[in-house]
């Protein structure tokens, strides 16, 4: 998948990297806020987006192609691999810190591009608040709740080198997709249900 980008560039998915590449282990650099207009940093932002979609993930952080800038994507819409994943708009994060709303957490079962086939249990905040600059380096709150709260919190990971493997709440629960979906899937999703109906996100 390609498409022609600004400055006449072809925009193609960049390479994800794996479990296991030092790189995705690194913590991620803080952004010069006056950097964020330039070329460099809005190339990666293109890039996170495009890969993002075209691998069909709900968020990408830029570690996880090779880059070191504290930036991340997120976007659910429809998606295939998380049918029930609410929506959520594309969402550029430069720079994200969060803070606990809550002390509740919730038992989600994850999966990351960077770790293909698998899948686990990860205990996250159900109520968090995020600040970030936007792609434009205006600033950004926003209270994440529910599922998506458990996304952002993921998103925010990969920028410190962490890993959703890093965090399972029992190590048992980790699995390939296809023993996810016979095995674990309805149980899954009759609390996702509730969590989603109780958050509305
Ligand atoms: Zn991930």
Redesign the pocket.
């Known amino acids: 998948m390609s498409f022609p980008g600004g400055n006449g560039r072809t925009l193609s998915p960049r390479r994800i990297l794996h479990l296991g590449e030092p790189h995705l282990r690194q913590k991620a650099s803080w952004v010069d806020p006056d950097d964020i207009p330039g070329v460099e940093i809005q190339r990666i932002i293109d890039d996170l987006v495009m890969t993002m979609r075209a691998a069909r993930g709900a968020g990408l952080a830029a570690t ?1 192609i090779g880059e070191t800038a504290r930036i991340c994507v997120i976007e659910v819409d429809n998606n295939p691999r998380y049918p029930y994943k609410p929506p959520i708009p594309l969402t550029v994060l430069v720079n994200p810190t969060w803070v606990p709303l809550t002390e509740e957490r919730f038992v989600n079962n994850e999966g ?3 770790v293909p086939g698998l899948r686990g249990d990860v205990a996250r905040l159900t109520e968090i608040r995020v600040n970030a600059l936007d792609r434009n380096g205006a600033e950004m709150v926003l209270t994440v709740r529910g599922l998506s709260a458990g996304t952002y919190q ?1 998103e925010c990971d ?1 920028l410190d080198g962490i890993l ?1 493997v890093d965090k399972l709440e029992d190590p048992a629960s980790l699995s390939t997709w296809e023993n996810f979906e016979r095995y674990r899937r309805e149980e899954y999703l009759v609390r996702v249900a509730a969590l989603v109906d109780r958050y509305g996100q």
């Open positions: 996880q990351c591009l960077s993921h990969h959703f």
